[in-house]
């Protein structure tokens, strides 16, 4: 049969795959959900929520031990030249307890809080992003997160001492699906007291040295079997496994990251997580708290970024003075420095509302990977610009002529990815749209299913009245519009008021959108990525001044410094810059060119503006856009290796 037969679902039947795995209940309040039905929920965040005292005992040793270990036994330019984490770096983590930093200390883990799991992958990820890369990848969402969430008791057992001292990965991409699991072809088919996988999954990181995986396939309905995309922990060791290739790219040169075919694996049953056809939804729920990894990359690299383009702005002069003293380069350290803290602010507020364990943090894990994964390349691509040719510039080869070795191509290099990891930007929307949007679709998702009958939508219509005619008067007037409010935030009580006040103002433009297009706003990407990219900036605003108005008190910072005063200067700098971002999407909300860039791009699929690329000659070597995945046996030899 070929791949497309196989491969083909059409758009109503993946949506449904796609919406069957959703989590739909709320049952915990959730800041950034209410925040875009335009009610300004403060009190779920503030005051920012510290960890208690034995979390941060724990915490703290281990920062300290890691960040010895980092800084004396790991040599990032060597990981960057060889395009390999040394296995002795890999083992030292094990023996550190890195690996199993997220387990529970009964199961051979440290047991250590989210807040305290962030801190360290930025350390980690500070001297190398592929180790940070490695070690997310592993306990984010590898075999720990969905096994510690989902797994039986036995499971826990069996697997969770294995996942404190191996690696692991989380399989599942394939060389045809990305977002659209919908189109899976992995299959397990039920034999006796196993499965029998067949399949092959691409981009597979860790999968190069994993001794453990999650793989999602496809199990068939048949008597007995409900069937569906299912998640199964599979032993790197079991015969029929062949990891094709190992993947390189652009920037995280160090990571093993593969192609990985399966052929007449044999799992055990008792390996099945959660139930048949829960895989999916595993996945995502594993994802919600796991998306924090990449902010903690992220953050990192925003305080780096603020350190050499301080250092290097005082130190090179131009004109008769230093480089930072010029307006055109004070913008940007200004920029580079506020987004820094913002950053670590939307990081640390996040994990400690996941360790918290009183809020729903789907979202507010969401924006904060979508948001800091594009400011961070912003925050690298303008520090680039301060060094100017010495940002472009290997560090190896400023050093070999004489100057420090600043790797700021490097970062601009590893950075990228994290636009796509764990989610696309433009999916990352989509995602995060549709949880705003899920007030509005679960009291009048039926007008607007085409599915629905007559009398499915006449009730639909009749709840839709009463939700609108109780909602509606709330986006009128509020505390932003009350200049003694949020008092007690000082210089930022202006912008928390602006919060309260966009917030509003979004929840209308939701909801007007929501009238004008009804089932369309689905198709307005465009919209509904500017709509997600303001909650982002209006998160990021209330965690800043959150975080800062807890830094400046007599209490101490929350990431165990006390700047004081000068943490209110700061997040003041980030929130204005944050409200011209924040004008500038509220105007592309209904003035833009998104209809006739539509239009326009099916004229260029079409091969109408073909012309436009004459005259060039194209270097690509040869070879089908996407590569064969027909299941089978692996006509290559297995470069998986294991360490230690």
């Known amino acids: 049969m070929s791949q497309q037969t196989h491969t083909h679902v059409d758009e109503r039947t993946a949506r449904k795959v796609a919406e069957e795995a959703r989590e739909t209940e ?7 959900k209410q925040l ?3 009610d300004f929920r403060l009190d779920l965040i503030h005051p920012h929520p510290r960890p208690d005292a034995e979390d941060r005992r724990k915490g703290e040793e281990f920062l300290a031990r890691l960040t010895e270990f980092c800084a004396t036994r790991v040599d990032g330019a060597l990981i960057e030249r060889e395009s390999r984490i ?6 030292g983590l094990r023996d550190l307890g890195a690996l199993g930093m997220k387990i529970p200390e009964k199961y051979g883990g440290l047991g250590l809080s989210q807040l305290y799991y962030g801190r360290a992958l930025m350390v980690a990820g500070s001297v190398s992003p592929a180790l940070g890369a490695l070690l997310s990848a592993h306990q984010s969402i590898g075999v720990p997160q969905p096994v510690a969430k989902f797994g039986t008791p036995e499971q826990k057992d069996e697997w969770l001492p294995r996942c404190a001292r191996q690696v692991s990965a989380f399989l599942l991409t394939e060389p045809d699906v990305g977002s659209d699991p919908a189109r899976l072809r992995a299959t397990a088919v039920p034999d006796g007291d196993d499965y029998v996988l067949n399949g092959v999954k691409l981009w597979t990181t860790n999968g190069v040295i994993a001794d453990l995986v999650v793989v999602m396939a496809r199990v068939p309905k048949s008597d007995g079997h409900r069937g569906g995309i299912s998640a199964f922990i599979v032993d790197m060791g079991t015969p029929g496994i062949t990891v094709e290739n190992r993947n390189a790219f652009m920037g995280l040169r160090g990571i093993e990251n593969g192609v990985t075919r399966f052929h007449d694996v044999r799992v055990p049953k008792k390996n099945l997580v959660g139930t048949e056809g829960a895989g999916l939804k595993i996945a995502l729920t594993t994802l919600n708290t796991g998306r924090l990894s990449l902010p903690a990359m992220c953050a990192a690299s925003g305080k780096w970024a603020a350190k050499i383009a301080r250092e290097w702005s005082k130190e090179r002069v131009q004109w008769g003075r230093p480089v930072g003293e010029h307006e055109a380069i004070s913008r940007k350290i200004a920029f580079i420095s506020a987004t820094a803290y913002a950053m670590e602010a939307m990081l640390d507020l996040s994990g400690q509302l996941a360790d918290d364990e009183r809020n729903d943090i789907r979202i507010e894990a969401a924006l904060a990977k979508l948001w800091s994964s594009e400011m961070a390349c912003r925050a690298a691509d303008e520090l680039m610009q301060v060094r100017g040719g010495r940002g472009y510039e290997t560090a190896e080869s400023l050093a070999a002529r004489g100057e420090r070795g600043v790797p700021v191509e490097q970062l601009v290099r590893d950075l990228r990815i994290n636009r796509i990891f764990e989610g696309s930007t433009e999916i990352m929307h989509l995602l995060i749209a549709r949880e705003a949007v899920d007030a509005h679709l679960s009291v009048a998702g039926d007008i607007i299913d085409p599915d629905a009958s007559p009398g499915q939508k006449a009730r639909a219509a009749a709840r839709a009245g009463g939700f609108y005619a109780r909602w509606l008067p709330t986006l009128v007037t509020g505390a932003g519009q009350r200049p003694n409010s949020y008092t007690e935030f000082g210089p930022l009580a202006k912008h928390l008021r602006y919060v309260e006040r966009a917030s509003r103002k979004l929840a209308r ?11 369309g706003l689905e198709r307005k990407q465009g919209f509904l990525g500017r709509m997600v990219d303001i909650g982002a900036e209006l998160y990021a605003m209330s965690a800043v001044c959150v975080r800062a108005h807890a830094d400046a008190s007599p209490d101490g910072g929350i990431g165990g410094a006390a700047p004081g005063k000068s943490a209110l200067l700061l997040a003041d700098a980030f929130c204005r810059q944050a409200r011209v ?14 209809a006739m860039d539509v239009k326009l791009a099916r004229a260029v699929l079409a091969g109408d503006f073909a012309w436009v690329e004459e005259g060039v000659l194209d270097p690509s070597i040869p070879g089908p856009w996407i590569a064969p995945s027909e299941p089978g046996p692996s006509e290559k030899e297995s470069v998986h290796r294991t360490i230690g």
Not at 581 to 594: K, P, Q
């Open 26 to 32: 709320w049952r915990l309040p959730s800041f950034g």
């Open 36 to 38: 875009f039905l335009g």
């Open 86 to 91: 040394p296995d002795e770096v890999v083992q």
């Open 509 to 519: 433009s939701i909801f007007y959108a929501a009238g004008r297009w009804q089932g």
């Open 581 to 594: 971002r924040v004008e500038e999407l509220f105007d592309g909300l209904w003035r833009n060119t998104d």
